[in-house]
Nanobody, 116 residues
């Protein structure tokens, strides 16, 4: 089993930045891909960014150029640097991990609110 705990969310003004972190524990050697998803009120959960163990990344079009995903394999932690935040980025951000055997793991989420 893998446990994921997010941190770093909060209230920020438009144009501001936040750095989200997700610490993994348990059978972390199983993890292949980390990702971040987000879910706004009344909307579906959408993929934001992913990163493989080797460091290959992908981003949703809506955040490309503003968000950066990174991971520290030694610390079993994945980060999401969010810059130039917009009100439409307001959502609960969830950390996600998938194992080499195809199992999926989710954190409980951290709230990001972008408002003046």
């Amino acid at each position: 089993q893998v446990q994921l705990v997010e941190s770093g969310g909060g209230l920020v003004q438009p144009g501001g930045s936040l750095r989200l972190s997700c610490a993994a524990s348990g059978s972390t050697f199983r993890i292949d891909v980390f990702g971040w998803y987000r879910q706004a009120p009344g909307k579906q959960r959408d993929l934001v960014a992913t990163i493989t163990r080797g460091g290959s990344t992908s981003y949703a079009d809506s955040v490309a150029g503003r968000f950066t995903i990174s991971r520290d394999n030694a610390k079993n932690t994945v980060y999401l640097q969010t810059n130039s935040l917009k009100p439409e980025d307001t959502a609960v951000y969830f950390c996600y991990a998938t194992s080499y055997t195809g199992s999926d793991y989710w954190g409980r989420g951290t709230q990001v609110t972008v408002s003046s």
